[in-house]
Protein backbone atom coordinates (compact mmCIF):
# COMPACT_ATOMS: atom_id res chain seq x y z
CA UNK A 1 0.00 0.00 0.00
CA UNK A 2 1.54 3.34 -0.98
CA UNK A 3 2.17 5.54 1.91
CA UNK A 4 -0.84 7.99 2.77
CA UNK A 5 -3.27 6.45 1.04
CA UNK A 6 -6.34 6.54 3.23
CA UNK A 7 -7.34 3.27 4.66
CA UNK A 8 -11.13 2.15 3.67
CA UNK A 9 -12.72 0.74 6.45
CA UNK A 10 -15.36 -1.69 6.49
CA UNK A 11 -18.70 -0.08 7.27
CA UNK A 12 -21.91 -2.64 7.55
CA UNK A 13 -24.82 -1.79 5.66
CA UNK A 14 -26.57 -0.33 7.98
CA UNK A 15 -25.99 1.35 11.41
CA UNK A 16 -27.90 3.12 13.49
CA UNK A 17 -26.37 5.78 15.88
CA UNK A 18 -27.60 4.51 19.43
CA UNK A 19 -26.48 7.27 22.14
CA UNK A 20 -26.89 5.91 26.26
CA UNK A 21 -28.09 9.18 27.88
CA UNK A 22 -28.55 7.47 31.67
CA UNK A 23 -31.54 5.47 33.72
CA UNK A 24 -30.71 2.51 31.11
CA UNK A 25 -32.34 5.33 28.74
CA UNK A 26 -30.81 5.62 24.83
CA UNK A 27 -31.65 8.14 22.41
CA UNK A 28 -31.55 6.11 18.99
CA UNK A 29 -31.31 8.50 15.36
CA UNK A 30 -33.42 7.54 12.23
CA UNK A 31 -36.73 5.50 12.41
CA UNK A 32 -37.17 2.13 13.16
CA UNK A 33 -40.29 -0.65 11.96
CA UNK A 34 -40.90 -0.20 16.41
CA UNK A 35 -41.08 3.27 15.83
CA UNK A 36 -43.73 3.17 13.00
CA UNK A 37 -45.83 0.70 15.01
CA UNK A 38 -45.99 2.79 17.75
CA UNK A 39 -47.12 5.51 16.08
CA UNK A 40 -49.43 3.66 14.00
CA UNK A 41 -51.14 1.92 17.11
CA UNK A 42 -51.38 5.39 18.64
CA UNK A 43 -53.66 7.30 15.60
CA UNK A 44 -55.28 9.11 15.08
CA UNK A 45 -53.73 11.15 18.07
CA UNK A 46 -50.37 10.66 16.55
CA UNK A 47 -50.99 10.50 12.09
CA UNK A 48 -48.84 13.09 12.74
CA UNK A 49 -46.07 11.72 13.49
CA UNK A 50 -46.84 8.41 11.34
CA UNK A 51 -47.36 10.74 8.38
CA UNK A 52 -43.82 12.19 8.65
CA UNK A 53 -42.35 9.08 9.02
CA UNK A 54 -43.74 7.24 5.99
CA UNK A 55 -43.29 10.87 3.53
CA UNK A 56 -39.12 10.44 5.30
CA UNK A 57 -37.10 12.49 3.24
CA UNK A 58 -33.43 14.12 4.19
CA UNK A 59 -35.19 17.19 5.39
CA UNK A 60 -36.20 15.77 8.83
CA UNK A 61 -34.64 14.26 11.96
CA UNK A 62 -35.90 11.76 13.57
CA UNK A 63 -34.59 11.06 17.49
CA UNK A 64 -36.33 8.10 19.54
CA UNK A 65 -35.94 7.46 23.13
CA UNK A 66 -36.07 3.58 23.72
CA UNK A 67 -35.01 1.70 26.86
CA UNK A 68 -32.41 -0.92 27.47
CA UNK A 69 -34.62 -3.76 25.25
CA UNK A 70 -35.66 -1.53 22.98
CA UNK A 71 -38.76 -0.24 23.66
CA UNK A 72 -40.12 3.09 22.25
CA UNK A 73 -40.88 5.48 25.37
CA UNK A 74 -41.04 8.42 22.82
CA UNK A 75 -40.04 9.97 19.70
CA UNK A 76 -39.62 13.70 18.01
CA UNK A 77 -39.69 13.86 14.38
CA UNK A 78 -37.93 17.19 13.03
CA UNK A 79 -38.83 18.95 9.92
CA UNK A 80 -37.68 21.34 7.67
CA UNK A 81 -40.79 23.22 6.45
CA UNK A 82 -39.47 25.95 4.63
CA UNK A 83 -36.75 29.08 5.41
CA UNK A 84 -36.20 29.26 9.31
CA UNK A 85 -39.65 27.26 9.21
CA UNK A 86 -38.24 24.03 11.83
CA UNK A 87 -41.69 21.88 13.22
CA UNK A 88 -41.15 18.99 15.95
CA UNK A 89 -43.70 16.49 15.87
CA UNK A 90 -43.39 14.52 19.38
CA UNK A 91 -44.81 11.01 20.74
CA UNK A 92 -45.53 10.59 23.93
CA UNK A 93 -45.56 6.61 24.76
CA UNK A 94 -44.21 7.05 28.45
CA UNK A 95 -44.80 10.49 30.34
CA UNK A 96 -41.63 10.08 31.52
CA UNK A 97 -39.57 10.87 28.74
CA UNK A 98 -41.09 14.14 28.07
CA UNK A 99 -38.54 16.17 29.63
CA UNK A 100 -35.75 14.57 27.45
CA UNK A 101 -38.12 14.89 24.00
CA UNK A 102 -38.13 18.98 25.26
CA UNK A 103 -34.43 18.78 25.99
CA UNK A 104 -33.96 17.59 22.08
CA UNK A 105 -36.62 20.21 20.86
CA UNK A 106 -35.08 23.14 22.21
CA UNK A 107 -31.69 22.10 21.37
CA UNK A 108 -33.25 21.89 17.80
CA UNK A 109 -33.99 24.73 15.43
CA UNK A 110 -37.67 24.14 16.09
CA UNK A 111 -39.82 26.81 15.97
CA UNK A 112 -42.97 25.23 16.22
CA UNK A 113 -44.13 22.04 18.20
CA UNK A 114 -47.47 20.38 16.40
CA UNK A 115 -49.39 17.18 17.87
CA UNK A 116 -52.63 16.16 20.21
CA UNK A 117 -52.81 16.66 23.53
CA UNK A 118 -51.24 13.74 24.89
CA UNK A 119 -47.78 14.01 23.01
CA UNK A 120 -47.03 17.89 23.59
CA UNK A 121 -48.86 18.66 26.86
CA UNK A 122 -46.06 17.14 28.24
CA UNK A 123 -43.31 19.28 26.99
CA UNK A 124 -44.46 22.29 27.23
CA UNK A 125 -43.51 22.79 30.84
CA UNK A 126 -39.83 21.89 29.88
CA UNK A 127 -39.71 23.75 26.57
CA UNK A 128 -37.79 27.39 27.46
CA UNK A 129 -38.35 28.93 24.64
CA UNK A 130 -42.25 28.60 24.26
CA UNK A 131 -43.99 32.04 23.17
CA UNK A 132 -47.21 31.05 22.26
CA UNK A 133 -49.49 27.87 22.95
CA UNK A 134 -52.36 27.48 21.04
CA UNK A 135 -54.95 24.89 21.29
CA UNK A 136 -57.91 23.96 18.98
CA UNK A 137 -60.48 21.29 18.49
CA UNK A 138 -59.01 18.17 17.10
CA UNK A 139 -61.57 15.54 15.24
CA UNK A 140 -61.20 11.75 13.95
CA UNK A 141 -64.22 11.67 11.50
CA UNK A 142 -64.96 9.42 8.77
CA UNK A 143 -64.21 5.70 9.24
CA UNK A 144 -63.86 3.73 5.99
CA UNK A 145 -66.66 1.61 6.36
CA UNK A 146 -69.22 4.87 6.22
CA UNK A 147 -71.05 5.40 2.69
CA UNK A 148 -69.26 8.13 0.76
CA UNK A 149 -71.07 11.04 0.01
CA UNK A 150 -73.26 10.70 -3.13
CA UNK A 151 -73.79 14.63 -3.89
CA UNK A 152 -70.84 15.82 -4.73
CA UNK A 153 -69.92 19.16 -5.86
CA UNK A 154 -68.67 19.36 -9.85
CA UNK A 155 -67.00 22.48 -8.67
CA UNK A 156 -64.35 20.71 -6.48
CA UNK A 157 -61.93 17.53 -8.28
CA UNK A 158 -58.86 16.01 -6.97
CA UNK A 159 -55.70 18.15 -8.60
CA UNK A 160 -53.47 16.92 -10.77
CA UNK A 161 -49.66 17.92 -11.21
CA UNK A 162 -50.84 20.31 -13.76
CA UNK A 163 -52.55 22.36 -10.74
CA UNK A 164 -49.64 22.73 -8.90
CA UNK A 165 -48.15 26.30 -10.11
CA UNK A 166 -52.19 27.58 -9.35
CA UNK A 167 -51.81 25.46 -5.44
CA UNK A 168 -48.63 26.82 -4.96
CA UNK A 169 -49.33 30.47 -5.95
CA UNK A 170 -52.54 30.19 -3.67
CA UNK A 171 -50.85 28.45 -0.64
CA UNK A 172 -47.64 30.78 -0.58
CA UNK A 173 -48.96 34.27 -1.12
CA UNK A 174 -52.49 33.73 0.65
CA UNK A 175 -52.08 31.30 3.11
CA UNK A 176 -50.09 31.78 6.73
CA UNK A 177 -50.96 29.27 8.86
CA UNK A 178 -47.64 28.25 10.56
CA UNK A 179 -46.31 27.65 7.24
CA UNK A 180 -43.51 29.78 5.40
CA UNK A 181 -44.40 31.66 2.26
CA UNK A 182 -41.35 29.62 0.66
CA UNK A 183 -42.40 28.50 -2.73
CA UNK A 184 -39.73 25.97 -3.07
CA UNK A 185 -41.17 24.16 0.29
CA UNK A 186 -45.02 24.84 -0.92
CA UNK A 187 -43.79 23.03 -4.32
CA UNK A 188 -42.18 19.89 -2.38
CA UNK A 189 -45.55 19.36 -0.41
CA UNK A 190 -47.87 19.99 -2.72
CA UNK A 191 -45.88 17.29 -5.73
CA UNK A 192 -45.68 14.83 -2.94
CA UNK A 193 -49.55 15.05 -1.31
CA UNK A 194 -50.88 15.25 -5.46
CA UNK A 195 -48.75 12.06 -6.13
CA UNK A 196 -50.47 10.80 -3.33
CA UNK A 197 -53.90 11.59 -4.42
CA UNK A 198 -54.76 13.30 -1.33
CA UNK A 199 -55.23 17.32 -2.96
CA UNK A 200 -58.60 18.71 -3.73
CA UNK A 201 -58.88 21.92 -5.62
CA UNK A 202 -62.23 24.24 -6.63
CA UNK A 203 -62.47 25.71 -9.62
CA UNK A 204 -64.82 28.42 -10.60
CA UNK A 205 -64.70 29.41 -14.72
CA UNK A 206 -62.00 26.97 -14.89
CA UNK A 207 -59.50 28.50 -12.70
CA UNK A 208 -58.42 26.83 -9.45
CA UNK A 209 -59.70 28.93 -6.64
CA UNK A 210 -59.29 26.78 -3.46
CA UNK A 211 -57.36 23.69 -2.28
CA UNK A 212 -57.17 21.37 0.79
CA UNK A 213 -54.66 18.84 1.47
CA UNK A 214 -53.70 16.05 3.18
CA UNK A 215 -50.04 16.41 4.22
CA UNK A 216 -49.77 13.58 6.89
CA UNK A 217 -51.26 10.44 5.83
CA UNK A 218 -50.46 6.92 7.39
CA UNK A 219 -51.62 3.15 6.31
CA UNK A 220 -54.83 4.14 7.91
CA UNK A 221 -55.51 7.38 8.52
CA UNK A 222 -55.37 11.19 6.47
CA UNK A 223 -54.74 13.98 8.15
CA UNK A 224 -56.52 17.24 6.58
CA UNK A 225 -53.53 19.69 7.49
CA UNK A 226 -54.41 23.13 4.88
CA UNK A 227 -57.07 24.31 3.66
CA UNK A 228 -57.42 27.76 1.75
CA UNK A 229 -59.60 29.62 -0.56
CA UNK A 230 -58.74 32.89 -1.89
CA UNK A 231 -60.18 35.66 -0.73
CA UNK A 232 -62.85 37.15 -3.56
CA UNK A 233 -64.38 33.33 -3.91
CA UNK A 234 -65.32 33.34 -0.17
CA UNK A 235 -68.80 32.81 0.52
CA UNK A 236 -69.75 30.20 -2.07
CA UNK A 237 -69.87 26.87 -0.29
CA UNK A 238 -66.50 25.95 -1.96
CA UNK A 239 -65.28 24.88 1.37
CA UNK A 240 -68.05 22.15 2.14
CA UNK A 241 -67.06 21.07 -1.66
CA UNK A 242 -63.88 20.44 -1.20
CA UNK A 243 -64.46 18.77 2.54
CA UNK A 244 -66.97 16.54 0.67
CA UNK A 245 -65.09 15.31 -2.03
CA UNK A 246 -61.70 15.13 0.05
CA UNK A 247 -64.26 12.22 2.25
CA UNK A 248 -65.00 10.59 -0.95
CA UNK A 249 -61.72 10.35 -2.10
CA UNK A 250 -60.47 9.16 1.57
CA UNK A 251 -63.07 6.77 1.38
CA UNK A 252 -62.78 5.52 -1.84
CA UNK A 253 -58.50 4.44 -1.05
CA UNK A 254 -59.65 2.96 2.92
CA UNK A 255 -58.71 5.40 4.87
CA UNK A 256 -59.82 7.15 7.94
CA UNK A 257 -60.07 10.84 7.59
CA UNK A 258 -59.22 13.49 10.87
CA UNK A 259 -58.59 17.46 10.89
CA UNK A 260 -58.22 20.02 13.28
CA UNK A 261 -60.33 23.40 13.72
CA UNK A 262 -57.72 26.58 13.79
CA UNK A 263 -59.43 29.39 14.54
CA UNK A 264 -57.54 31.61 12.31
CA UNK A 265 -58.61 29.85 9.13
CA UNK A 266 -61.85 31.70 8.23
CA UNK A 267 -62.92 27.61 7.14
CA UNK A 268 -65.62 26.20 9.36
CA UNK A 269 -64.17 23.22 10.10
CA UNK A 270 -66.79 22.65 13.15
CA UNK A 271 -69.74 22.26 10.92
CA UNK A 272 -68.18 19.88 8.60
CA UNK A 273 -67.13 17.40 11.08
CA UNK A 274 -69.71 17.87 14.00
CA UNK A 275 -72.42 15.90 12.25
CA UNK A 276 -69.95 12.80 12.87
CA UNK A 277 -69.27 13.45 16.24
CA UNK A 278 -66.08 12.88 16.14
CA UNK A 279 -64.29 15.14 18.47
CA UNK A 280 -61.06 13.12 19.88
CA UNK A 281 -59.41 16.03 21.72
CA UNK A 282 -57.00 18.84 20.70
CA UNK A 283 -54.21 20.09 18.68
CA UNK A 284 -51.39 22.02 20.10
CA UNK A 285 -49.67 24.19 18.15
CA UNK A 286 -46.89 25.69 20.69
CA UNK A 287 -44.52 28.40 19.30
CA UNK A 288 -41.00 28.95 19.92
CA UNK A 289 -38.63 31.88 20.34
CA UNK A 290 -35.85 31.45 17.67
CA UNK A 291 -32.82 29.93 19.55
CA UNK A 292 -30.42 31.74 20.93
CA UNK A 293 -27.51 31.04 19.00
CA UNK A 294 -30.07 31.73 15.55
CA UNK A 295 -29.99 35.50 17.21
CA UNK A 296 -26.81 35.40 17.96
CA UNK A 297 -26.26 34.98 14.32
CA UNK A 298 -28.36 36.98 12.68
CA UNK A 299 -27.38 39.76 15.04
CA UNK A 300 -23.33 39.09 13.72
CA UNK A 301 -24.89 40.28 10.34
CA UNK A 302 -26.25 42.82 10.74
CA UNK A 303 -23.19 44.21 12.58
CA UNK A 304 -21.28 43.55 10.07
CA UNK A 305 -23.70 44.74 7.45
CA UNK A 306 -22.52 48.39 9.85
CA UNK A 307 -26.50 48.53 10.05
CA UNK A 308 -25.58 48.80 14.01
CA UNK B 1 -36.52 14.59 -54.36
CA UNK B 2 -36.59 16.08 -51.35
CA UNK B 3 -39.35 17.26 -49.02
CA UNK B 4 -39.61 21.05 -48.33
CA UNK B 5 -39.31 21.56 -44.83
CA UNK B 6 -42.94 22.75 -43.15
CA UNK B 7 -42.60 26.38 -42.37
CA UNK B 8 -44.79 25.79 -39.86
CA UNK B 9 -43.30 26.98 -36.08
CA UNK B 10 -42.68 24.07 -33.65
CA UNK B 11 -41.48 24.86 -30.24
CA UNK B 12 -40.51 22.18 -26.93
CA UNK B 13 -43.06 22.93 -24.51
CA UNK B 14 -42.41 22.09 -20.85
CA UNK B 15 -44.69 23.03 -19.23
CA UNK B 16 -47.58 20.56 -18.45
CA UNK B 17 -49.75 22.79 -16.70
CA UNK B 18 -49.87 24.47 -20.51
CA UNK B 19 -49.96 21.06 -22.18
CA UNK B 20 -53.54 20.40 -19.80
CA UNK B 21 -54.74 24.03 -20.80
CA UNK B 22 -54.47 23.32 -24.46
CA UNK B 23 -55.96 19.93 -24.13
CA UNK B 24 -58.19 20.68 -22.10
CA UNK B 25 -60.99 21.44 -25.28
CA UNK B 26 -60.27 18.03 -26.70
CA UNK B 27 -60.26 15.58 -23.55
CA UNK B 28 -60.66 12.50 -23.17
CA UNK B 29 -58.96 12.02 -26.50
CA UNK B 30 -55.65 14.06 -25.49
CA UNK B 31 -55.40 12.28 -22.26
CA UNK B 32 -52.24 10.62 -23.38
CA UNK B 33 -50.73 13.79 -24.23
CA UNK B 34 -51.60 15.57 -21.77
CA UNK B 35 -50.84 13.47 -19.02
CA UNK B 36 -47.01 12.50 -19.42
CA UNK B 37 -45.55 15.83 -19.26
CA UNK B 38 -47.36 15.97 -15.76
CA UNK B 39 -46.38 12.60 -14.60
CA UNK B 40 -44.08 12.82 -11.77
CA UNK B 41 -40.65 11.05 -13.09
CA UNK B 42 -41.82 10.20 -16.56
CA UNK B 43 -39.12 11.07 -19.33
CA UNK B 44 -41.43 12.72 -21.60
CA UNK B 45 -41.08 15.04 -24.32
CA UNK B 46 -43.71 17.50 -25.71
CA UNK B 47 -43.60 19.69 -29.03
CA UNK B 48 -46.42 22.21 -29.59
CA UNK B 49 -47.06 23.18 -33.32
CA UNK B 50 -48.09 26.32 -34.84
CA UNK B 51 -48.04 29.67 -34.15
CA UNK B 52 -47.59 30.63 -29.98
CA UNK B 53 -50.70 32.42 -30.43
CA UNK B 54 -53.03 29.90 -31.94
CA UNK B 55 -51.15 26.34 -31.85
CA UNK B 56 -52.48 23.84 -34.02
CA UNK B 57 -51.35 20.23 -32.80
CA UNK B 58 -49.17 18.61 -29.76
CA UNK B 59 -46.99 16.12 -29.98
CA UNK B 60 -46.17 13.85 -26.77
CA UNK B 61 -43.00 11.15 -27.06
CA UNK B 62 -42.53 9.40 -23.85
CA UNK B 63 -39.96 6.96 -23.47
CA UNK B 64 -41.25 3.90 -21.18
CA UNK B 65 -37.87 1.86 -21.76
CA UNK B 66 -34.85 2.07 -23.26
CA UNK B 67 -35.68 1.54 -26.80
CA UNK B 68 -39.46 2.11 -26.29
CA UNK B 69 -40.78 5.44 -27.31
CA UNK B 70 -44.58 5.62 -27.33
CA UNK B 71 -45.71 9.11 -29.21
CA UNK B 72 -49.86 10.31 -29.13
CA UNK B 73 -50.81 13.74 -30.88
CA UNK B 74 -53.79 15.90 -31.16
CA UNK B 75 -54.61 17.88 -33.63
CA UNK B 76 -55.81 21.07 -32.30
CA UNK B 77 -57.68 23.13 -35.30
CA UNK B 78 -60.12 20.85 -36.76
CA UNK B 79 -63.04 23.60 -36.87
CA UNK B 80 -63.64 22.05 -40.54
CA UNK B 81 -62.83 18.87 -40.05
CA UNK B 82 -60.11 19.23 -42.17
CA UNK B 83 -56.78 18.78 -40.35
CA UNK B 84 -53.70 21.67 -41.53
CA UNK B 85 -51.12 19.88 -43.90
CA UNK B 86 -48.58 21.57 -43.03
CA UNK B 87 -48.84 20.52 -39.28
CA UNK B 88 -49.35 17.18 -40.14
CA UNK B 89 -46.51 17.11 -41.67
CA UNK B 90 -44.34 18.86 -39.10
CA UNK B 91 -46.21 16.24 -36.40
CA UNK B 92 -45.15 13.50 -38.88
CA UNK B 93 -41.62 14.97 -38.54
CA UNK B 94 -41.78 15.00 -34.90
CA UNK B 95 -42.61 11.09 -34.27
CA UNK B 96 -39.99 10.41 -36.53
CA UNK B 97 -37.81 12.46 -34.46
CA UNK B 98 -38.53 11.21 -31.35
CA UNK B 99 -38.04 7.86 -32.25
CA UNK B 100 -41.25 6.86 -31.47
CA UNK B 101 -42.23 2.86 -32.53
CA UNK B 102 -45.93 3.64 -31.27
CA UNK B 103 -48.21 6.09 -31.91
CA UNK B 104 -51.48 6.39 -30.31
CA UNK B 105 -54.71 8.36 -29.81
CA UNK B 106 -57.84 9.30 -31.39
CA UNK B 107 -57.92 8.24 -34.47
CA UNK B 108 -58.87 11.66 -36.05
CA UNK B 109 -56.11 13.14 -34.33
CA UNK B 110 -53.45 10.28 -34.89
CA UNK B 111 -54.62 9.24 -38.52
CA UNK B 112 -53.69 11.78 -40.65
CA UNK B 113 -50.39 11.67 -39.11
CA UNK B 114 -50.06 7.81 -39.27
CA UNK B 115 -50.77 8.54 -43.55
CA UNK B 116 -48.17 10.28 -44.00
CA UNK B 117 -45.41 7.67 -42.02
CA UNK B 118 -43.66 4.74 -44.20
CA UNK B 119 -44.35 1.44 -42.82
CA UNK B 120 -47.19 2.65 -40.45
CA UNK B 121 -49.40 -0.24 -39.49
CA UNK B 122 -52.74 1.35 -38.16
CA UNK B 123 -55.45 -0.84 -35.83
CA UNK B 124 -58.50 0.78 -34.95
CA UNK B 125 -59.99 0.77 -31.40
CA UNK B 126 -62.65 2.32 -30.11
CA UNK B 127 -62.64 4.75 -26.21
CA UNK B 128 -65.17 4.48 -23.81
CA UNK B 129 -65.79 6.96 -21.94
CA UNK B 130 -68.26 7.41 -19.16
CA UNK B 131 -69.93 10.11 -16.98
CA UNK B 132 -69.47 10.07 -13.04
CA UNK B 133 -73.19 9.33 -12.16
CA UNK B 134 -73.51 5.44 -13.99
CA UNK B 135 -75.32 3.33 -11.41
CA UNK B 136 -72.86 0.36 -9.94
CA UNK B 137 -73.61 -3.43 -9.48
CA UNK B 138 -74.89 -4.72 -6.13
CA UNK B 139 -72.04 -6.19 -4.77
CA UNK B 140 -68.73 -4.47 -6.09
CA UNK B 141 -68.03 -3.07 -2.49
CA UNK B 142 -67.23 -6.27 -0.45
CA UNK B 143 -65.01 -7.88 -3.61
CA UNK B 144 -62.51 -4.92 -4.34
CA UNK B 145 -60.49 -2.18 -2.94
CA UNK B 146 -57.64 0.07 -3.77
CA UNK B 147 -54.23 -1.79 -3.90
CA UNK B 148 -52.16 -1.28 -0.84
CA UNK B 149 -48.36 -1.80 -0.70
CA UNK B 150 -48.91 -5.53 0.60
CA UNK B 151 -50.22 -6.38 -2.55
CA UNK B 152 -47.38 -5.20 -4.68
CA UNK B 153 -46.24 -8.98 -4.85
CA UNK B 154 -49.30 -10.36 -6.25
CA UNK B 155 -49.34 -7.56 -8.52
CA UNK B 156 -46.07 -8.08 -10.00
CA UNK B 157 -47.25 -11.64 -10.74
CA UNK B 158 -50.52 -10.55 -12.00
CA UNK B 159 -48.73 -8.23 -14.19
CA UNK B 160 -45.92 -10.01 -15.41
CA UNK B 161 -48.29 -12.76 -16.89
CA UNK B 162 -50.82 -10.25 -18.83
CA UNK B 163 -49.77 -6.76 -18.39
CA UNK B 164 -47.21 -3.83 -18.76
CA UNK B 165 -45.05 -6.09 -21.19
CA UNK B 166 -43.30 -3.37 -22.09
CA UNK B 167 -41.62 -2.60 -19.63
CA UNK B 168 -38.57 -5.11 -18.33
CA UNK B 169 -39.05 -7.54 -15.12
CA UNK B 170 -36.45 -5.57 -13.36
CA UNK B 171 -38.23 -2.68 -13.77
CA UNK B 172 -42.11 -4.17 -12.95
CA UNK B 173 -41.59 -3.93 -9.18
CA UNK B 174 -40.32 -0.75 -9.43
CA UNK B 175 -43.52 0.41 -11.48
CA UNK B 176 -46.26 -1.45 -9.80
CA UNK B 177 -44.52 0.30 -6.32
CA UNK B 178 -44.99 3.43 -7.80
CA UNK B 179 -48.46 3.26 -8.98
CA UNK B 180 -49.82 1.50 -5.85
CA UNK B 181 -48.00 4.51 -3.90
CA UNK B 182 -49.99 7.01 -5.88
CA UNK B 183 -53.38 4.95 -5.86
CA UNK B 184 -53.90 4.63 -9.20
CA UNK B 185 -54.39 0.68 -8.78
CA UNK B 186 -57.32 -0.96 -7.61
CA UNK B 187 -57.58 -4.90 -7.55
CA UNK B 188 -60.73 -7.58 -6.38
CA UNK B 189 -59.61 -10.37 -3.63
CA UNK B 190 -60.86 -13.08 -2.83
CA UNK B 191 -60.56 -12.71 1.18
CA UNK B 192 -56.84 -11.57 1.12
CA UNK B 193 -55.59 -12.87 -2.61
CA UNK B 194 -55.62 -10.34 -4.93
CA UNK B 195 -57.87 -11.61 -8.24
CA UNK B 196 -58.01 -9.18 -10.58
CA UNK B 197 -56.64 -5.75 -11.35
CA UNK B 198 -56.69 -2.34 -13.35
CA UNK B 199 -54.69 0.38 -13.07
CA UNK B 200 -54.73 4.58 -14.19
CA UNK B 201 -52.61 4.44 -17.08
CA UNK B 202 -52.96 8.32 -17.65
CA UNK B 203 -55.05 11.12 -16.09
CA UNK B 204 -56.00 14.52 -16.61
CA UNK B 205 -57.76 17.58 -14.72
CA UNK B 206 -61.52 16.23 -15.63
CA UNK B 207 -60.73 12.02 -16.98
CA UNK B 208 -58.83 9.25 -15.91
CA UNK B 209 -57.78 6.54 -18.66
CA UNK B 210 -58.02 3.27 -16.99
CA UNK B 211 -55.94 0.40 -18.78
CA UNK B 212 -55.13 -2.89 -18.09
CA UNK B 213 -57.88 -4.86 -16.79
CA UNK B 214 -56.23 -8.37 -15.64
CA UNK B 215 -57.96 -11.27 -14.17
CA UNK B 216 -56.34 -14.85 -14.20
CA UNK B 217 -58.37 -17.51 -15.84
CA UNK B 218 -58.75 -19.35 -13.15
CA UNK B 219 -60.94 -16.20 -11.61
CA UNK B 220 -62.67 -15.75 -14.66
CA UNK B 221 -66.33 -16.22 -14.94
CA UNK B 222 -67.36 -14.64 -11.79
CA UNK B 223 -67.92 -10.96 -12.81
CA UNK B 224 -64.37 -9.54 -11.23
CA UNK B 225 -63.58 -7.74 -14.19
CA UNK B 226 -67.25 -5.58 -13.32
CA UNK B 227 -65.98 -5.29 -9.25
CA UNK B 228 -62.84 -4.03 -10.70
CA UNK B 229 -64.56 -1.56 -13.49
CA UNK B 230 -67.08 -0.51 -10.48
CA UNK B 231 -63.75 0.68 -8.04
CA UNK B 232 -62.61 2.05 -11.43
CA UNK B 233 -65.34 4.30 -11.71
CA UNK B 234 -65.50 4.64 -7.69
CA UNK B 235 -62.32 6.53 -7.28
CA UNK B 236 -62.54 8.12 -10.30
CA UNK B 237 -65.96 9.74 -8.93
CA UNK B 238 -64.27 10.75 -5.80
CA UNK B 239 -61.89 13.06 -7.58
CA UNK B 240 -64.00 14.63 -9.49
CA UNK B 241 -63.34 12.80 -13.18
CA UNK B 242 -64.85 10.42 -15.62
CA UNK B 243 -63.80 7.38 -16.62
CA UNK B 244 -62.58 6.52 -19.58
CA UNK B 245 -60.64 3.04 -21.36
CA UNK B 246 -60.16 1.99 -24.72
CA UNK B 247 -61.43 -1.38 -26.18
CA UNK B 248 -60.50 -3.95 -28.80
CA UNK B 249 -62.84 -6.05 -30.76
CA UNK B 250 -61.30 -9.01 -28.89
CA UNK B 251 -61.66 -7.58 -25.57
CA UNK B 252 -65.07 -6.67 -23.75
CA UNK B 253 -64.15 -4.53 -21.10
CA UNK B 254 -64.86 -1.39 -20.74
CA UNK B 255 -68.29 -2.90 -19.90
CA UNK B 256 -71.70 -1.32 -21.89
CA UNK B 257 -72.98 0.85 -18.93
CA UNK B 258 -75.62 3.41 -20.11
CA UNK B 259 -74.45 6.89 -20.53
CA UNK B 260 -70.96 5.46 -22.79
CA UNK B 261 -69.52 7.90 -25.63
CA UNK B 262 -67.44 6.33 -27.82
CA UNK B 263 -64.87 7.78 -29.57
CA UNK B 264 -62.46 6.20 -32.27
CA UNK B 265 -59.43 5.18 -31.33
CA UNK B 266 -56.25 4.15 -33.37
CA UNK B 267 -52.70 2.30 -32.64
CA UNK B 268 -50.02 2.54 -34.59
CA UNK B 269 -47.22 0.77 -34.91
CA UNK B 270 -44.42 1.82 -36.94
CA UNK B 271 -40.79 0.70 -37.79
CA UNK B 272 -38.21 0.91 -35.35
CA UNK B 273 -35.12 4.20 -36.07
CA UNK B 274 -32.77 0.74 -36.51
CA UNK B 275 -35.05 -0.65 -39.03
CA UNK B 276 -35.47 2.37 -40.53
CA UNK B 277 -31.96 3.26 -41.32
CA UNK B 278 -31.73 -0.95 -42.54
CA UNK B 279 -33.75 -0.02 -44.80
CA UNK B 280 -32.94 3.26 -46.22
CA UNK B 281 -29.03 1.57 -46.54
CA UNK B 282 -30.45 -1.49 -48.32
CA UNK B 283 -32.33 1.43 -50.92
CA UNK B 284 -29.19 2.99 -50.83
CA UNK B 285 -27.77 -0.06 -52.43
CA UNK B 286 -30.09 -0.61 -54.36
CA UNK B 287 -30.36 1.97 -56.11
CA UNK B 288 -26.44 2.18 -56.35
CA UNK B 289 -26.78 -0.90 -58.01
CA UNK B 290 -29.05 -0.14 -60.55
CA UNK B 291 -27.79 2.90 -61.35
CA UNK B 292 -30.55 5.53 -59.66
CA UNK B 293 -28.90 8.38 -58.36
Known amino acids: ?97 APLLARIVHLSPTRRVMGVGPHVAPLVAHLPRTRTVGRSAFYGAADKNAVPPSDLDPRSRAATPADLPALVALFADTYHLGRSRDRAAWTRLLRRTTAEGLVVVAEVDGRVVGGLLCGAVSRVWAFGTDAVIGAEHRGLGLSWAMANRMFALVLAYGLDMCGAQVDENPMDADRHYVDHEALTGELWGVGLDPHLRAVRRVARRVRRAGAL | MVDARPSIPVRRVRDGAQVEDLCAGHQPVAVLVSSPPNEPGADARCWVVGPPAEPTGILTAVRVRPGLVTASAVLLDDDDGTPDPDTVAAL ?108 IEARSRRWDLWAGLSVPPEHRGRGLSRVVDAWAREVSRAAGRGTAGVRAPTNQVPHDVPGLVVHPWAEVRLPSPALRRRARRWAGRQARRVGVR
Open chain 1, 1 to 97: MRRGTPVRRRVPAKVRLRVPVGSGRHVGVGSTPALEAAAEAGEPASTLVAGALRAGGWRQVVLTVEDHPGAVLGAVVVERHGRSRWEARPLVVDAGC
Open chain 2, 92 to 199: GRLVRRSGATRLVGGADHVGPVAAGLAGARSTPLEMLARRQDAPLPGDWRARGRVARPADEPALVDLYRRFELEALAADRLAAAVAGLVAQRRVVVAVDGDVVVGAQR
